[in-house]
């Protein structure tokens, strides 16, 4: 599976981003597609996933309620809408892929590229 991540960017907090990760390669419908973001010093961290076959979705606590992960199936393509964005959600954001449900780094298997997010106060 080939992943490439884009959309990230500047804005200024409360404001919002959409970020793209256009998948291909993908054989089978039951991956776990993700989000992570990564801040200087910091391990890499769980952001959304979503169920490719189901659509179910889990997120991280921290950002509940302010971003939504959904894909679109006939584009092959994952979306992170972030809204209420904070100077703490600054990271370089990273799209992967698991064989399941899986929201830990070590599980995935595949990563696209970062894509930077910047947020000023």
């Known amino acids: 599976v080939q992943l490439q991540a884009s959309g990230g960017g500047s804005v200024q907090a409360g404001g919002s981003l959409r970020l793209s990760c256009a998948v291909s390669?993908?054989?089978?419908?039951?991956?776990?597609m993700s989000w992570f973001r990564q801040a200087p010093g910091e391990e890499r961290k769980f952001v959304a996933g979503?169920?490719?076959?189901?659509?179910?979705?889990r997120y991280a606590e921290s950002v509940k309620g302010r971003f939504t992960i959904s894909r679109d199936s006939a584009a092959y393509t994952v979306y992170l809408q972030m809204s209420s964005l904070k100077p703490e959600d600054t990271a370089l954001y990273y799209c992967a892929t698991s064989p399941g449900v899986d929201t830990t780094a070590i599980g995935a298997v595949s990563w696209g590229q970062g894509t930077l997010v910047t947020v000023s106060s």
């Open positions: 390669g993908l054989t089978t419908s039951d991956n776990f």
């Open positions: 979503i169920s490719w076959r189901l659509g179910s979705k």
